[in-house]
Nanobody
Framework: EAQLVESGGDWVQPGESLTLSCVAS????????MAWLRQTPGKALERVAE???????YYPAFVQDRFTISRDDASNTLYLELTNLKTEDTATYYC??????????????RGQGTQVTVSS
C-alpha cells in the first residue's frame, strides 16, 4: 500500500525559508509523477509544484521561482524548498502521488499534510 508522510511545516516570518519532506513507502517514488499541493480553509486544493518520473519540474506562475521540488531516489523522499515566504503561503501542504508518470495525471494518494504558517 502506497503511503506518504510529510514533515517540516512550521511557523515562520515573511521572507524566511522552509524545506518540507515527504517520505514515500509502498512504491518507488521515481516511477511516478509526484506533486506538492496546498490548501487553506475555504479554498480549493491547488498544486504548487510537480515533478515527472524523468525528473522534469513544473510550477504554476504564482510560485514565482520561490519554490523548488526535488527528490532523493536513494531515500525515496520528495522535498519542497520554500523561499521568500509570504503570508499568503500559509496553508496545509500535502505530498501527492499521481496516478501515472505525467504531471497531468490525477492525484492517487495524498499524505496527511504539514502546516506552514507565515506571519510576523
Amino acid at each position: 500500500e502506497a503511503q506518504l508522510v510529510e514533515s517540516g511545516g512550521d511557523w515562520v516570518q515573511p521572507g524566511e525559508s522552509l524545506t518540507l519532506s515527504c517520505v514515500a513507502s509502498g512504491f518507488i517514488l521515481s516511477n511516478y509523477a509526484m506533486a506538492w499541493l496546498r490548501q487553506t480553509p475555504g479554498k480549493a486544493l491547488e498544486r504548487v509544484a510537480e515533478i515527472n518520473h524523468y525528473g522534469y519540474k513544473y510550477y504554476p506562475a504564482f510560485v514565482q521561482d520561490r519554490f523548488t521540488i526535488s527528490r532523493d531516489d536513494a531515500s525515496n523522499t520528495l522535498y519542497l524548498e520554500l523561499t521568500n515566504l509570504k503570508t499568503e503561503d500559509t496553508a496545509t501542504y500535502y505530498c501527492a502521488k499521481l496516478s501515472g508518470t505525467s504531471v497531468t495525471s490525477s492525484v492517487q494518494v495524498r499524505g496527511q499534510g504539514t502546516q506552514v504558517t507565515v506571519s510576523s
